[in-house]
């Protein structure tokens, strides 16, 4: 959050903590407007000038967050394993594929330790589409299903049911009219390039 725990100091001491830890995860803020007002009531500073559905997590955070974190191929450094997603580092201290099924959004993946890659590769894959369509208009869905390279397409769920179908099948689950962005996989277009 800014001001709060994103300086150079809180990045290299989460760094420091990485050594005694299975993974270390980076997300953002759920600014929304519960959070916003509560930071009005108690006359705090709001750290972003607007709210939004999704986590801010502005893209020079991360950048700088990765640079910290970096690791040379060539060199074996003490900090542990960084993540972007909470149930991908979940899942490899379990020594587990990711049961939301994040492999599908390979840009997440870029961090990741090869291990963990090759056991959310070997798990991951698409779902029988007539079984996912029935499952989706049962629990309310509209329209036609699509699964594509990425995710599980669906138009009229909620949070919870979209949730369900994510962690039934281990495979990504997208309102379509609620996009994620690339780079930006489910995350406020708050702090990131608009074009």
Not at 79 to 93: E, I, N
């Amino acid at each position: 959050m800014p001001d709060l725990n994103d300086s150079d100091d809180h990045i290299q001491k989460a760094l420091e903590l990485s050594q005694h830890a299975h993974a270390t995860v980076f997300t953002g803020l759920f600014f929304r407007q519960q959070i916003a007002a509560y930071y009005r009531d108690h006359g705090l500073p709001e750290p972003y000038e607007d709210t939004a559905r999704r986590k801010i997590m502005p893209e020079e955070t991360e950048q700088r967050i990765l640079r910290a974190f970096h690791r040379p191929a060539d060199q074996q450094l003490p900090w542990g394993p960084l993540f972007r997603k909470t149930s991908c580092g979940v899942a490899y201290a379990h020594h587990e594929a990711d049961y939301n099924g994040h492999y599908g959004i390979r840009e997440l993946c870029d961090i990741c330790p090869l291990a963990q890659l090759n056991l959310c590769r070997d798990a991951w894959k698409a779902p029988d589409l007539a079984h996912v369509t029935g499952q989706a208009h049962a629990l309310g869905a509209v329209g036609d299903v699509q699964i594509t390279d990425r995710a599980i397409m669906v138009e009229g769920l909620d949070e919870p049911p979209r949730y369900f179908l994510q962690h039934t099948h281990r495979y990504q689950v997208h309102d379509r009219s609620k996009p994620h962005h690339y780079r930006r996989h489910g995350r406020a277009d708050i702090g990131w390039p608009t074009t």
